[in-house]
């Protein structure tokens, strides 16, 4: 029972209720998020500022880049090829010296209001390596290697600026293929050698198939009747001179470049031109070792010996 003209009394419940330092935390904590979120909406509105024109021909110009920069490393790429060096390292760094030196005009390019940068150190020389050393027995392993076929792989980062915001790509590069010159250059160089300074290989071989094809023939019995080096014309002529020639440069070329040019000029009495170079070629298509003293002598139809002349030889000579 309450007295008449007082106020009713309630308790109070505080279990819902949240100081207020703690709601002061809250309030500054969404206030600051709030104001990050408003500064980067407003920094991403200049960033992506750009009209759709403005980022077509943003597009364009870096496709050009990069067909220009394209070319420029396929230039770059064969001067790098006609170099000196065979070394994989000396070839890369001479390969980003030439294509620096071809960039360096050309980018940056201003444009109507845009600039477009370039960046070729993603771009690189790739190799296909093939055995140095092919003149060792087929039994030896070899870590030697030359870098046979050259080409390009990598990447192209290309971007274009503007007073409004920026484009940038990374663009791969195109691999049209491998070039041969460092295999050519170094076959070349083994070629060369070979037929060079003193005919070297070539002198040793056809020497040893002009002593093999008068061995043959002396014991055959020719030039038995003609006594000290009076017999040697009668034993070896000059077209067997100019055969030797030819079937040793055929062999060369072979040894280094895997392949020869035909050749008609050898003849024999029992072949023609076209039959003597059919034949060498033939013998010489499967690859493996061969003695070109056994091609040189078939030439001539000399397959084994007439074991009857060697006799007689032997005998006429005895009675003499």
């Known amino acids: ?18 100081p207020f330092s703690l709601i002061a935390i809250v309030l500054i904590l969404v206030s600051s998020l709030s104001a990050a979120l408003i500064t980067d909406l407003r920094d991403g509105s200049r960033e992506v500022d750009l009209t759709l024109e403005e ?6 110009l870096s496709t050009n880049a990069q067909e220009q920069v394209q070319e420029m490393a ?19 760094s001479l390969f980003h010296r030439e294509l620096e030196g071809r960039l360096g005009p050309r980018f940056p390019d201003h444009r109507s209001g845009l600039t477009v940068e370039t960046n070729v150190s993603g771009v690189q020389l790739s190799f296909m390596r093939l055995p140095l050393d092919q003149g060792s027995g087929e039994d030896k392993f070899t870590d030697k290697y030359v870098p046979a076929y050259v080409g390009l ?7 274009v600026f503007s007073a409004n915001g920026n484009l940038s790509r990374e663009l791969p590069i195109e691999d049209q293929g491998k070039v041969p010159w460092p295999l050519l250059k170094d076959r070349m160089e083994g070629f060369e050698s070979s037929v060079s300074g003193g005919l070297g290989n070539l002198g040793s071989m056809v020497n040893y198939l002009l002593e093999s094809l008068a061995a043959y023939r002396t014991m055959q019995g020719w030039g038995s009747g003609i006594v000290g080096e009076e017999g040697l014309p009668e034993t070896i002529t000059s077209r067997d001179l100019v055969n030797a020639i030819d079937l040793g440069l055929i062999i060369l070329q072979m040894k280094h470049f895997r392949q020869a040019a035909p050749c008609y000029g050898m003849c024999t009495d029992l072949m023609d031109g076209a039959e003597c170079w059919r034949y060498v070629e033939d013998s010489l298509r499967d690859g493996g070792t061969v003695d070109p003293a056994d091609i040189f002598l078939k030439l001539y139809g000399y397959d084994e010996l007439d074991w009857r002349k060697v006799f007689s030889q032997a005998l006429n000579f005895r009675a003499r």
């Open 55 to 60: 980022i077509g021909r943003m597009e364009e």
């Open 153 to 159: 792989s990598g990447s192209i980062i290309v971007k």
């Open 1 to 18: 029972m309450t007295e008449r003209g007082s106020m009713p009394a309630f308790s109070r419940d505080r279990r819902g209720q949240m």
């Open 74 to 92: 396929w230039q770059s790429l064969l001067a790098t090829c006609t170099g000196e060096s065979l070394n994989e390292s000396a070839m890369s």
